[in-house]
Structures are given as structure tokens and as C-alpha cells.
């Protein structure tokens, strides 16, 4: 059984950073599409954004310019960093692997 593990969020001021990650128990990693969502509270999970094994990259039009998917494929690791944090980014952040796994999220909060 494939799982992943998130680490990396927490509490920042608007403005701020933070920089999530995704550890993914199989070697297979490197073959698939990875992705990153988040639930807002009292929402569903919405796509925030894509990568496939060449680096190729997609994002949601809100975060689009302010965060940047990346993958270490030796590391079977996918990250998010994410820049210039806005009160709406407050959410539960999910790595996923379609049709593979979910992880079980982390919470990212921007408040002052």
C-alpha cells in the first residue's frame, strides 16, 4: 500500500511563505503525475496544482505566479512552495497521486 506524507505547514502572516512536502512511499513515483489540493473550511478539495514525471508543471488561476509545484524523483518527494500568502490560502493541503493515494493533510494558516 502506497501512502504520503505531508510536513511543512503551519501558521504565517500574510505576505508570508512556507514550503510544503509530499513524501510518497514508492519507487513508482517517478512515473506518475503528482498533485497538490486544499479544503478551505466548510468547502470541498480543489486542485491547486500538477506536475507529471518530466516536470511539467499546471496551477490553479489564484495561486498561478505565487506558488511553484516541483518533484525530486530520487527522493520520491514533490514540494509547494508557496509565496505572498493570503487569508484565503488558510486551508487543509493534500498531496494526492491519481487513482493511487491521498495523504492525510496539513494545515496551512494565514492570519495576523
Known amino acids: 500500500q502506497v501512502t504520503l506524507a505531508e510536513s511543512g505547514g503551519g501558521l504565517v502572516q500574510p505576505g508570508g511563505s512556507l514550503r510544503l512536502s509530499c513524501v510518497v512511499s514508492?519507487?513508482?513515483?517517478?512515473?506518475?503525475?503528482t498533485t497538490w489540493y486544499r479544503q478551505r473550511p466548510g468547502e470541498g478539495r480543489d486542485l491547486v496544482a500538477t506536475i507529471d514525471p518530466t516536470g511539467n508543471t499546471g496551477y490553479a488561476d489564484d495561486v498561478e505566479g505565487r506558488f511553484t509545484i516541483s518533484r525530486d524523483n530520487a527522493e520520491n518527494t514533490m514540494f509547494l512552495e508557496m509565496n505572498d500568502l493570503r487569508p484565503e490560502d488558510t486551508a487543509v493541503y493534500f498531496c494526492?497521486?491519481?487513482?493511487?493515494?491521498w495523504g492525510r493533510g496539513t494545515q496551512v494558516t494565514v492570519s495576523s
Open positions: 514508492s519507487d513508482l513515483f517517478k512515473k506518475w503525475v
Open positions: 494526492y497521486v491519481p487513482s493511487v493515494a
